[in-house]
């Protein structure tokens, strides 16, 4: 829609068009318009780099000196790249740009259908701060997270000087971040406050009255709509600042050409530079030295050999290949992982990750949760059975599916029926109606193919899984909570009972909604036994649920059971998650009563009655547990941060292989305080009990005097450390307060400030590399661990599914965000378990089978099994159906901008694109280190043969540079496709490109490179004569024995610094693994030997090679004449090749380079890295 639509419909609604104009003067469109730059205008700026204008310089000089071929190759290569590269970041940059950027500006009130049906998908144009009526919003391109969330109105009455607390932006755990429709996400449903006109039956007691003021100050909304203050426009959006981060991005790293230091350290590629600078300086020097008094030479070409020897410290192909390796990757991680990388310069980060961190809940294990049971008040544990203190909600459904007398029929509404009709006999009333009541769930209509449009719960996936497993649900219309049996299946308002039995209806009017600091929710709702209609006999509640540790100072102490802590904790050590229900009878409703209690939050959770503890499993995910000890058999430490509980958070840890120590060997860092005045951390087994009875000094004390002992024990195995996020923000306050205050603390109110105090963080990195877990941490505290880590010298690695991750993803090394789609998890798990099922079935059938034959049973019965084993062949079938459904589905799942923004994004659901990416990142470091270390040789090569050779008079064809080039070329891009092992190795790749290794090994390759050029120098000399013109150092080429024989040698030495620097595994794929690398190296050895050999003269005569001498040397250079005449070397190596000819000795040279370069390789290898 444009502007002037827009204008038109919002003026004939609540404005006017001069009012519209006044106010776009004042704060503006609300746009996101990104402008993207056109093609020419990216390739410009490419062209201007100062890379690009350095290597442009450097064929200009190529070509003074009359090399046209070889500079118009190199000048086209490099256009060619940049071309190239400026293509693939439009597309890539761009293109995710445009996906990202929001539809334009429309109508934000919704319009009926004629049917009745709403409309949906409508995106939110702006941050809006929802007044009134509830909202159900998919979220998914903020977040990444594609539960949908339901939206409430905020309390607008009674707030006084309140402030909005927005402070995480579009973070879930920010006060009033579920009273804001964020702009970008989209409307799904919603549901308008009630009209003061309406139906009697669309309005509870209490209801209206509690919105009497607010109604008089808000206009009602037009077509039934949602009344909204706008809060941000435009790129102050939470939408917008994230896609004005990715315009960052993709402005920053437009370069494809980025210079040298692309992927590695900046500074040690200036060092290893400012290293063969020196080198190069050097040779120039000697060059100046030997012929700048010669008065026969030409002292501008002499400048501009000079200035060529400077500037081939940096090769043309640096950039290139550096780019070329990274990007390659790239199209690995997308081609084979389906990992998406918005930060290109990660990628080698990932092959130094020392530490591996992931969340839990989405990310280990799935986001489905499981209703397993409840624990009533009353109930006491008769046994040491592990769960006969509770309702079982599990065993009741296996019961009615083992009742069921055709398990292969689809035909299971009487059976879910049954067993929750057996559920709810065995809850009582006052449970129950926590369970149902304390919920901020909402409804919406989903097209099913098939089935038409159905009713479909949205929310949070555990109040839906407690919803569901109770048998109830919520009305479309009055929003009441009823059994899903009472629910009205032909659109009418009025509830029409199937069945004489009716267990009545629950009214939410008002919700304190869950925060992360209080760790519970309470919502006030009315409880009617009768028709939800009839409100005259209903009962106004205080239902509660939250942590149980958080609710047991709220409770009345004569409802708690004696075997309280102990039974949550029990249940907690088995990795579950437990919540604490508890109610409060508030008294008959009246409109009085009802706005006394909403109007405080303390007073209405005070005195509550315990009424049991709701025990969810949320299962693993299938190959968390493999993923994880693949990567720790990669020296990688992992670590779990999660915000569970901290006893849920290490069974779930010991369950995948994060713990390796006992139950009794995992300790929790608790923080004492001695005599009111000193303060001590203590590390205290989980099962340690009473807390008030521990003697702090028989436990491990947390201490620098300790550090090192506490250490120990972590290396050993002996013990694993687990640590809250509470117990973390105060280790956080002593930090600050010890040099300040003598040790004494105080407390600041902002958690953040605290733990970015730089006290704080140097506290914390002495902490987190001792400990395994960390439960009950806030998304702050997750980034505050993160950083930890960083400050403790270590490379990190991140791995979560949602918002309350962003912050610890952007603050690692590397954040790797994987999608979240807990029904198509959920449908891959069952498909997983059915054959799984089969084959275990089909498994047994096979060893009774073979038991019956051993005994001599009768044979006959196999052919009455076909029926059976046709109907599993069909279940199988369908299974791999399912999985294959469910992979196509993931492709068309949203990618979250918060997603996009982390570094690394998965469109799989499982971590072992974790495993991938750090598989990937290791190769991709060995490739950059072997492409620094290849340039290194040959620069020093390079160097010598411009200076040394030049003062001969030899010097190289312009199709001789042209085909080293090309060859060159070709196996870089040969190197940069060697693919990542798929297991993880123990040694870690070389750090450093100025590692100790890497420097030995390019002195030791230069060193036998230059004994075996000179040494085919002196032999060739003594075949020139000093009058041929042809040796001029100044004067065109021509080809002599000179040139063609220390040609063939520079250019094996080249071969051979790709030969020995290639390392291959147990990083990435050996040299004979990569075929098309091997092949090259092969037909290059083939060439040089042939050429070398004379075996094929034309190839000899267009590489402008001379012929090979098949006689001794000339008696005018055995006399004299030759400066290394008079030497022992020169005589011996002239007398061989008298014995065996020059073309063989030149072929032995070669060979002795190869062989030698090799072994010093090796040796170098096993002596430095042994």
Not at 83 to 103: M, N, Y
Not at 698 to 717: C, F, H, I, N
Not at 783 to 807: K, P, Q, W, Y
Request: charged residues 20%.
């Amino acid at each position: 829609m444009d502007a002037d639509d827009a204008d038109a419909g919002l003026a004939s609604s609540c404005h006017r068009n001069s009012t519209l104009r006044a106010a776009r003067c004042i704060y503006g469109d609300n746009s996101t318009d990104i402008p993207l730059p056109p093609y020419l205008s990216l390739l410009q700026q490419q062209l201007l780099q100062p890379m690009f204008i350095f290597q442009t310089l450097c064929v200009m000089l190529w070509c003074l000196d009359e090399y046209w071929m070889y500079s118009i190759y190199t000048l086209c290569s490099l256009l060619m790249f940049d071309v190239v590269s400026t293509s693939a970041h439009d597309g890539d940059a761009g293109g995710g740009l445009r996906r990202s950027l929001p539809p334009r500006h429309r109508h934000p009130s919704r319009r009926r259908r004629r049917d009745g049906d709403r409309e949906r998908g409508f995106v939110v144009p702006a941050d809006l701060l929802l007044l009134s009526g509830r909202a159900v919003v998919n979220e998914a391109m903020l977040t990444g997270e594609s539960v949908p969330q339901v939206k409430e109105s905020i309390e607008v009455e009674g707030c006084g000087t309140a402030r909005l607390d927005l402070s995480d932006g579009g973070g879930s755990s920010s006060a009033h971040s579920r009273c804001v429709l964020f702009g970008g996400t989209v409307l799904m449903d919603h549901h308008p406050p009630e009209d003061e006109g309406g139906d009697g039956d669309e309005r509870e007691s209490g209801g209206s009255s509690s919105r009497s003021s607010t109604v008089d100050a808000i206009p009602p909304p037009p077509n039934r709509g949602l009344v909204c203050f706008v809060l941000r426009t435009g790129f102050d959006t939470v939408q917008g600042q994230l896609l004005r981060t990715l315009a960052y991005h993709a402005e920053a790293g437009g370069g494809g050409n980025g210079g040298g230091g692309e992927g590695v350290n900046a500074m040690e590629t200036l060092y290893f530079l400012l290293m063969l600078l020196l080198c190069a300086l050097a040779s120039a020097a000697t060059v100046v030295e030997h012929a700048w008094g010669d008065v026969t030479r030409n002292h501008f070409k002499l400048i501009l050999h000079v200035v060529i020897i400077i500037t081939s410290v940096i090769p043309p192909e640096l950039p290139m290949e550096l780019s070329l390796a990274v990007t390659q990757s790239l199209s690995e991680l997308i081609k084979r992982y389906q990992v998406y990388c918005t930060e290109p310069f990660r990628i080698p980060l990932a092959g130094l990750v020392d530490v591996c961190a992931f969340d839990k809940t989405g990310t280990l294990t799935s986001d489905t949760l499981r209703l397993h049971g409840v624990r009533l008040p009353n109930t006491v544990k008769k046994s040491a059975k592990e769960d006969d203190d509770l309702i079982l909600f599990d065993d009741i459904l296996l019961k009615a599916k083992s009742i069921s007398s055709s398990p292969d029929d689809d035909d299971s509404d009487d059976m879910d029926k049954g067993s929750i009709n057996t559920i709810l006999s065995l809850l009582p009333r006052e449970t129950l109606r926590v369970m149902v009541g304390c919920q901020s769930l909402a409804t919406t209509h989903v097209i099913i193919p098939g089935r038409g449009v159905q009713l479909e719960l949205c929310g949070d996936p555990l109040e839906k899984a407690v919803m569901e497993g109770c048998g109830f649900t919520i009305h479309p219309r009055t929003e009441t909570v009823v059994e899903k049996e009472y629910l009205p299946m032909n659109g009418s308002t009025t509830l029409t009972p199937l069945s004489t039995k009716s267990r009545g209806s629950i009214k939410v009017l008002h919700r304190f909604g869950f925060s992360s600091k209080l760790r519970r929710m309470t919502v006030l709702a009315l409880d009617s036994t009768e028709s939800p209609d009839n409100t005259t006999n209903a009962t106004l509640w205080a239902l509660t649920k939250g942590a149980p540790e958080a609710l047991k100072p709220l409770l009345d102490p004569t409802s708690l059971p004696v075997d309280y802590e102990q039974a949550y904790l029990h249940h907690m050590t088995l990795g579950r998650r437990v919540l604490a229900l508890a109610y409060r009878d508030l008294g008959k409703n009246t409109p009085n009563l009802y706005a006394r209690w909403k109007s405080s939050r303390d007073i209405v959770e005070a005195k509550l009655k315990f009424a049991g503890l709701l025990v969810m499993d949320s299962p693993l995910k299938a190959d968390s547990s493999r993923v994880i000890k693949e990567i720790r058999s990669g020296n990688q430490n992992v670590v779990m941060v999660t915000g569970d509980a901290l006893l849920t958070a290490a069974e779930v840890a010991r369950r995948v292989g994060i713990i390796d120590a006992s139950h009794e060997c995992t300790y929790e860092l608790c923080h004492f305080v001695e005599n009111s005045k000193q303060e001590q951390f203590v590390f205290l087994p989980l099962d340690y009990g009473n807390r008030v009875a521990v003697n702090v000094g028989e436990q491990l004390v947390y201490s620098p005097s300790k550090y090192s002992e506490l250490e120990a024990l972590v290396r050993d195995g002996k013990a694993n450390f687990c640590v809250s996020g509470d117990v973390l923000i105060k280790l956080a306050n002593q930090a600050i307060a010890m040099p300040a205050v003598g040790g004494k603390t105080f407390d600041i109110d902002d958690d953040r400030a605290v733990l970015n105090h730089p006290a704080a963080k140097s506290a914390l990195s002495r902490l987190v590399p001792l400990c395994s877990v960390f439960a009950r941490h806030a998304p702050r505290h997750k980034e505050a661990v993160i950083a930890a880590f960083n400050a403790s010298g270590r490379h990190t690695l991140m791995c979560g599914d949602g918002t309350n991750d962003v912050g610890a993803l952007k603050q690692a090394h590397v954040g790797v965000s994987i999608i979240s789609v807990p029904d198509l998890e959920a449908k891959q798990r069952s498909a997983n378990g059915a054959i799984s099922a089969i084959k275990a079935k089909e498994k047994r059938e096979r060893k009774a089978a073979k038991s019956n034959s051993s005994k001599g049973g009768n044979k006959c019965h196999s052919s009455t099994n076909t029926t059976p084993k046709r109907r599993r062949a069909q279940k199988i079938e369908r299974s791999l159906q399912d999985l294959a459904e469910a992979e196509d589905e993931l492709n068309f799942i949203s990618l979250g901008n918060a997603s996009v923004a982390s570094p690394f994004t998965s469109r799989k659901t499982s971590i072992r694109c974790c495993k991938d990416i750090l598989a990937q990142g290791r190769c991709t470091l060995v490739t950059m280190i072997q492409i620094y270390k290849i340039l290194g040789v040959q620069c020093l090569v390079n160097a010598l043969v411009l200076t040394t050779l030049h003062q001969k008079g030899v010097k190289q064809g312009d199709r001789q540079l042209t085909a080293v080039g090309l060859v060159v070329a070709v196996l870089f891009l040969f190197v940069t496709r060697g693919k990542p092992l798929p297991k993880l190795s123990t040694k870690k790749p070389p750090s450093s490109v100025l590692c100790r290794e890497t420097l030995f090994s390019i002195a030791a390759q230069f060193c036998i490179h230059y004994v075996a050029i000179m040494a085919v120098t002196l032999i060739s000399d003594a075949y020139v004569d000093p009058y041929d013109p042809s040796i001029v150092p100044d004067g065109p080429f021509h080809p002599n024995t000179l040139n063609t024989a220390t040609f063939l040698i520079t250019v094996l030495s080249t071969i051979n610094t790709f030969l020995v620097n290639y390392q291959g595994r147990p990083h990435m794929e050996s040299l004979t693994e990569n075929v098309l690398l091997f092949r090259s190296i092969q037909a290059c050895y083939f060439v040089l030997f042939v050429c070398a050999s004379e075996a094929f003269p034309p190839l000899n005569q267009l590489m402008q090679l001379s012929p090979l001498p098949t006689t001794g040397p000339p008696t005018f250079n055995l006399l004299g004449g030759s400066e290394y005449s008079r030497g022992i070397v020169h005589y011996v190596l002239l007398e061989a090749v008298n014995f065996v000819g020059f073309r063989t000795m030149l072929c032995v040279v070669m060979s002795l380079d190869t062989v030698l370069v090799t072994l010093a390789e090796k040796t170098l290898r096993s002596v430095l890295e042994g």
